[in-house]
């Protein structure tokens, strides 16, 4: 995911004029465009018919998909919140009651039947809660099922067949033990290691010792 900010928000009062097949891209619109798209950049436009526009009239490639679609449709939902104060205002066709993710969101569960028209911005934003918290646990997910190995290591249990929450509600309380075996391990790998490479030096010294010691014996290099 990528944060996105507000750059720039100029209000047209003709907005046909602003931009449109006939008369292309207003100076005042254009200016603003260039000033914040690098040379190799890609413009998102919210509409199809912008993209003919802009490219044509300005020479800058523009990016009209099924992806851009979401993210327009996600600006919008939050334009209260990025443009000033009385100037969020949205036409029906702009403010779309649903997007892919909510619908595909609805479906998982069981909301499928849900008609736009009865979508509210209390419904969008617990979809929203509910794939943020669906994104998480995919997320984890597989780092919680490796922690089983963890788990049955310190406490004998076997959770492999654990659904994610009673698995994450026993890590938890077997974490703080979890943490504690963890750093005695890696404390006693390093002091064995540190031992092992003493014994070998030792060992070195006492069989160079014992040549020595020994007459008649040649050192082969």
Known sequence: MHPVWLKEFQAFEDKASA???????????????????????TL????????????????????????????????????????????????KEDCLPMCEGMKFTLNKYGFGDLKPEMVTRSIIEATGLLYETDYIVRKHGESMRYACKHLKETSGINAEDWDLLKLATAIMMAYAEM??????????ARRLDSLVTAAERIYDEAQQALMHAQPGVIKQE
């Open 19 to 41: 931009l449109s097949l006939d008369t292309g891209v207003s100076e005042q619109l254009a200016g603003m465009i260039r000033r914040f798209i690098c040379p190799g950049q």
């Open 44 to 91: 998102a436009v919210g509409k199809q018919e912008y993209v003919t526009i802009i490219q044509s009239n300005l020479g800058i490639k523009c990016l009209w998909n099924a992806e851009v679609m979401e993210l327009m449709w996600g600006l919008n939902n939050l334009k209260e919140h990025l443009v000033p104060d009385g100037k969020s205002e949205l036409s």
């Open 179 to 188: 943490v504690r075996s963890r750093r005695i391990r890696s404390k006693a």
